[in-house]
């Protein structure tokens, strides 16, 4: 099944390709494609290239979203610091927020907490929750940034 996702995808990706006018190295809609799929299939630092190049294209509607897709793949690789260095580009030009972009907060509180930066991992939950706060209580990612602030906030209190 996987694998017919996989092609599937690439078939999308030859699609945007060739109904662009731009070659592949300056369509970012393809080369954040062709990242997602390098990252699906481990091959990281291919991902990261290809990201990279997204964000280099001048016409970078979606910024953000690659901006998280190069957090998320460093945060896969275990590089903690450039996960953060990268989420933290995308919701500091966050000009509005989606579903998909909030989701940086509580990533960001899952790394600092990694890094036992205490403060930084309440901050990035309490963000998460003021945009995530009236959602359905039972989804999983809610549910365990209230949990993780709880216990954050009790380490505080003397």
Do not use: C
Request: charged share 30%; net charge positive; glycine share 4%.
């Amino acid at each position: 099944v996987a694998m017919r996702l996989f092609e599937k995808a690439e078939q999308i990706a030859q699609e945007l390709v060739a109904s662009s006018t731009k070659p592949r190295e300056e369509n970012a809609n393809y080369l954040f494609l062709a990242g997602m799929l390098h990252q699906a299939r481990r091959d990281y630092q291919k991902a990261i290239s290809a990201l990279q190049t997204a964000l280099s294209v001048p016409r970078r509607r979606y910024h953000r979203v690659y901006e998280g897709a190069l957090a998320e793949t460093y945060e896969l690789m275990g590089d903690v610091d450039n996960a953060i260095a990268h989420y933290r580009k995308a919701v500091d030009s966050e000009r509005y927020s989606s579903a998909y972009m909030t989701q940086f907060h509580y990533r960001l509180g899952l790394l600092y907490e990694l890094k036992n930066d205490f403060r930084a991992a309440a901050e990035a939950y309490r963000r998460f929750l003021r945009f995530w706060g009236t959602a359905d209580a039972d989804l999983p990612m809610l549910a365990d940034a209230k949990e993780r602030l709880r216990g954050l906030e009790a380490q505080a209190t003397p």
